[in-house]
Nanobody
């Protein structure tokens, strides 16, 4: 599975961004999809994940109520809508894919990674 992110950029605190991730290669709808992020000097951390049918979602505590994840299997695309952004959300955001949503909650068990897109939130 090849993953290509888009939608990153610079936004002021309190603003919104929507990230997109286009998948190609294997059957996109068979895979759980998610997002990780890595801030400078910090370890990568899972942000959100969604199962193949979009019936189950996972969110890290630090984004609950602010971010939503969705997917369009017909377009082979997963989205991360980020609202009420904070400066601490500044990071490179990576799209990830794996067979189950559980496997997407740890870096070590993620099967596929995108190249990342920078999100910068100014105060």
């Amino acid at each position: 599975v090849q993953l290509v992110e888009s939608g990153g950029g610079l936004v002021q605190a309190g603003g919104s961004l929507k990230l997109s991730c286009a998948g190609s290669g294997r059957t996109f709808s068979n895979y759980g999809m998610g997002w990780f992020r890595q801030a400078p000097g910090k370890e990568s951390e899972v942000v959100a994940a969604i199962n193949p049918s979009a019936s189950t979602r996972y969110f890290a505590d630090f984004v609950k109520g602010r971010f939503t994840i969705s997917r369009d299997n017909a377009k082979n695309t997963v989205y991360l809508q980020m609202n009420s952004l904070k400066p601490e959300d500044t990071a490179v955001y990576y799209c990830v894919a794996g067979l189950t949503i559980q496997l997407l909650r740890k870096m070590e068990t993620v099967a596929y990674w995108g190249q990342g897109t920078q999100v910068t939130v100014s105060s």
